[in-house]
């Protein structure tokens, strides 16, 4: 599977800030990547799909102005999360697309907390 | 979607395999099986998947049903950095989004 590198690996913010994710697919040209948030003893959830030189599709339920996505290159998708609050404090993680004979590669995630 | 079933938790004695349990009654003809597991605070960890046939590699065997309704993953000797949580995932079929369900917490024994 792809090289995933995700940056930072823990973030701390004061509450109304906006924190960047960073998600950067190494060895493999990421058309497409998936973002997943996933709060403590829960599993992941899609937030939502960066598509390289369009707008990101987000799931129900997901607040597009809040989770800004960019995905300006083949190799680069980051998420921004503005105006954080706690409530926004989880676990981040991201995933290229890849064909459907491989394996999905992870990137390590982000923990976000938000005091 | 296709959507999975697990037990949410089960135990393993060190040396001994593990045999992990899933139920994806909805799943479509072209719908893969994947597995993954994370460890706490870790990125999932790609561990197997398949279409119809058996499939083995270096970490684990698939074993699918016929009818492809089920599926079980076996570590053949679980190590105490097995425990983990282990998610049994059916890839979309269009979108390649990959849905997690609860997972099966994994706690292997000495």
């Known amino acids: 599977g792809a090289v995933v590198s995700q940056h930072p690996s823990r973030v701390i913010c004061k509450s109304g800030t906006s924190v960047k994710i960073e998600c950067r697919s190494l060895d493999f040209q990421a058309t497409t990547m998936f973002w997943y948030r996933q709060f403590p003893k829960q599993s992941l959830m899609l937030m939502a799909t960066?598509?390289?030189?369009?707008?990101?599709?987000?799931e129900q339920g997901v607040e597009k102005d809040k989770f800004l996505i960019n995905h300006a290159s083949l190799t680069l998708s980051t998420l921004t999360v503005t105006s954080a609050h706690p409530e926004d404090s989880s676990f981040y993680i991201c995933?290229?697309?890849?064909?459907?004979?491989?394996?999905?590669?992870f990137g390590s995630g982000t923990r976000l907390t938000v005091v | 979607d296709a959507k999975t079933t697990q037990p949410p938790s089960m135990d393993c004695a060190e040396g001994r395999a593990a045999n992990l349990p899933c139920n994806h009654s909805?799943?479509?003809?072209?719908?893969?099986v994947y597995w993954y597991r994370q460890i706490h605070s870790q990125g999932p960890q790609y561990i197997i998947h398949g279409l119809k046939n058996n499939e083995t590699n270096e970490m684990a065997s698939l074993i699918i049903t016929e009818d492809r309704k089920s599926s079980t993953l076996i570590l053949p000797h679980a190590t105490l950095r097995d425990t983990a949580v282990y998610y049994c995932?059916?890839?979309?079929?269009?979108?390649?989004?990959?849905?997690f369900g609860t997972g099966t917490r994994l706690q292997v024994f000495p």
């Open positions: 995933s290229p697309r890849q064909p459907a004979d491989y394996g999905y590669t």
């Open positions: 909805t799943i479509s003809g072209n719908e893969y």
């Open positions: 995932i059916v890839r979309v079929v269009n979108t390649d989004k990959l849905i």
């Open positions: 960066s598509n390289e030189g369009s707008k990101a599709t987000y």
